[in-house]
């Protein structure tokens, strides 16, 4: 994921920086805590062959250059995220991975035990 940025890419993360400052959203990955913006945390039961099962959903959208050249997370791999600076941290499991002018990776989320 080293190629340059497109001009969506650019505008997009330019856009993303200041969403960052506004929302204090950031995830802890490699051993360091970088910003995010994270979207809206969706929820709830399903009902299944078992019974009711607890489901959460979350996105992250990471600008690629926050990462400094440290390998972006990929699909199945578990990152801890805050969606503000005063909420508890959350572990999730990363279910999708897009790639956005190769400027902004799109991290679709789910509870970590959620189908596991």
Known sequence: MTQTPSRLGRELARGM?????Q??????????TYPCVAG?????????????????DETLFI????????DPPTEKQLITFRTDAY???KTVRIDNVTLIGNAI?????????QGA
């Open 17 to 21: 920086r200041y969403l960052e400052r």
């Open 40 to 56: 809206p945390e969706y929820g709830g039961k399903i009902l299944g062959s078992g019974g009711y099962r607890i489901t959460a």
């Open 105 to 113: 990776l799109v991290c679709q989320c789910s509870a970590q035990h």
């Open 87 to 89: 909420s508890q941290s």
């Open 63 to 70: 600008r690629l250059a926050v990462l400094g050249g440290v």
């Open 23 to 32: 929302a204090r959203s950031s995830f802890d990955w490699a051993g360091q």
